[in-house]
């Protein structure tokens, strides 16, 4: 099993530009979370989807954060337009239904926004 | 307020010693527990679960005690080793359909 992907790995972007970040999860998993991560903040949950469908995007930080999942092997959060203060490690996560608990984590896309 | 609070200093210990890791939470009723490592440029990799209704858990070198009363998880690496130097998580599940509160990690560090 390859694990769950992320790309790209490293993104550096100036302010205001479009940002997008992909996740292909572990096959058969029902769940998958989208996570930021900084040095003041720590890991924070930003969405979650459960079957494809969007379950909690309360930490969502504002409108101009979005994600979808298309179908069950593909994700994307886009950041438009960004800021500096979107600078962070984001990661994604899957696991697989109910009853199992462990979440399975990327790798981390880093994003620099200048 | 909710809150989540690890070591907020780093821990360093020597090679042998057992390493012991606090998580304390305020104003939360989790279902379980969790612990996770994370290496520098990875993402986190799940150790162990505890259940509320579980005292202790254990994974070769590694114990995880769990408190509802105190609200704390104590989470301890025995006979420590310096490929056991990492950041650790502790993360709350509300049961809330697979949502995860973490706490900011603790970083520890072995000495040969």
């Known amino acids: 099993d390859a694990g769950v992907i992320q790309s790209p790995r490293h993104e550096v972007t100036e302010m205001g530009q479009e940002v997008t970040l992909r996740c292909k999860p572990i096959s058969g998993h029902d769940y998958l979370f989208w996570y930021r991560q900084t040095m003041m903040r720590g890991l924070e949950l930003l969405i979650y989807f459960n079957n494809n469908v969007p379950i909690d995007d309360s930490g969502m930080p504002e409108d101009r954060f979005s994600a979808k999942m298309p179908n069950a092997s593909f994700s994307t959060l886009k950041i438009q337009p960004s800021e500096p203060r979107d600078s962070a490690v984001y990661f994604c996560a899957s696991r697989p239904g109910a009853g199992t608990d462990t979440q399975y984590f990327g790798p981390g896309t880093r994003l620099t926004v200048l | ?112």
């Open chain 2, 1 to 112: 307020s909710q809150k989540i609070e690890q070591n907020s200093e780093a821990l360093n210990i020597q090679e042998g010693k057992t390493a012991t890791l606090t998580c304390n939470y305020t104003n939360y009723s989790p279902a379980y527990l969790q612990w996770y490592r994370q290496d520098p440029g990875r993402g986190p990799v799940f150790l162990l679960l505890i259940r509320e209704n579980e005292k202790e858990k254990r994974k070769e070198r590694l114990k995880v005690t769990f408190d509802t009363t105190l609200k704390q998880s104590l989470f301890h690496i025995t006979a420590s080793q310096p490929a056991d130097s990492a950041t650790y998580l502790c993360a709350l599940d509300l049961n809330q359909g697979g949502k995860l509160i973490f706490g900011q990690g603790t970083e520890l560090s072995v000495k040969p």
